[in-house]
């Protein structure tokens, strides 16, 4: 099955910088990659995703990259705002199924 | 559209005691997730529907774990009995495959068994 490393664990910033978040997958067949927004007793929320026919998709301040010949894409976070601070989680589809297969977290603070 | 619904937000209990999870999915959304989040396992994905049959449930960690679909607007997660290493916050998403693999969480539930 599919496999998704992320890094780093832990994250801080100073407001006004960017942030980059990297994951990894296993599956050279995965084709859809989320990415989530975790705040403090809530649940995660979809902040942006890529499909694998594209390289770089931008929503405002954050922006994803795929490099799917080394199975890798990132999170980027640009202007950092204390409001982004949170956990964000990257995921990787299943092929052939609709399972989403989640990184472990990466805690974003930003320093005011 | 209200989101996808969960309910209790909260429950405590003691171990050995029965325990429902209720999630109400987006409408129109035909897949259904349970996910259990820890600090240890992080979110693990338990079970998922869809057109409200059970596809996988390769991750429901053991028989005291079940869960049904009942229509399409519904869908439980029961434990019993309960026991303190259940403690977790319970997540369902859905989601419809026709348009996306995006998959769309509720709030949760934060069990606790004590």
């Known amino acids: 099955g599919e496999n998704v490393e992320q890094h780093p664990s832990t994250l801080s910033v100073q407001e006004g910088d960017s942030a980059v978040i990297k994951c990894t997958y296993s599956d050279s067949a995965s084709n859809y990659f989320p990415w989530y927004k975790q705040e403090l007793g809530k649940g995660p929320q979809l902040i942006i995703d890529i499909r694998s026919n594209v390289g770089e998709k931008k929503d405002q301040r954050i922006a994803v990259t795929l490099n799917k010949t080394a199975k890798h894409f990132s999170l980027h976070i640009t202007e950092t705002q204390p409001e982004d601070s949170a956990v964000y989680f990257c995921a990787a589809n299943n092929f052939g199924n609709e399972k989403l297969t989640f990184g472990t977290g990466t805690r974003l603070t930003i320093i005011p | 559209d209200a989101g996808v619904i969960q309910s209790p937000r909260h429950e405590v209990t003691e171990m050995g005691q029965e325990v429902t999870l209720r999630c109400k999915p987006i409408s129109g959304h035909n897949s259904l997730f349970w996910y259990r989040q820890t600090m240890m396992r992080g979110l693990e994905l338990l079970i998922y529907f869809n057109n409200n049959v059970p596809i996988d449930d390769s991750g429901m960690p053991e028989d005291r774990f079940s869960a049904k679909m009942p229509n399409a607007s519904f869908s439980t997660l029961k434990i019993q009995p309960s026991e303190p290493r259940d403690s977790a916050v319970y997540f369902c998403?859905?989601?419809?495959?026709?348009?996306?693999?995006?998959?769309?969480f509720g709030p949760g539930t934060r069990l606790t068994v004590l």
């Open positions: 998403a859905s989601g419809s495959r026709l348009a996306t693999d995006t998959q769309y």
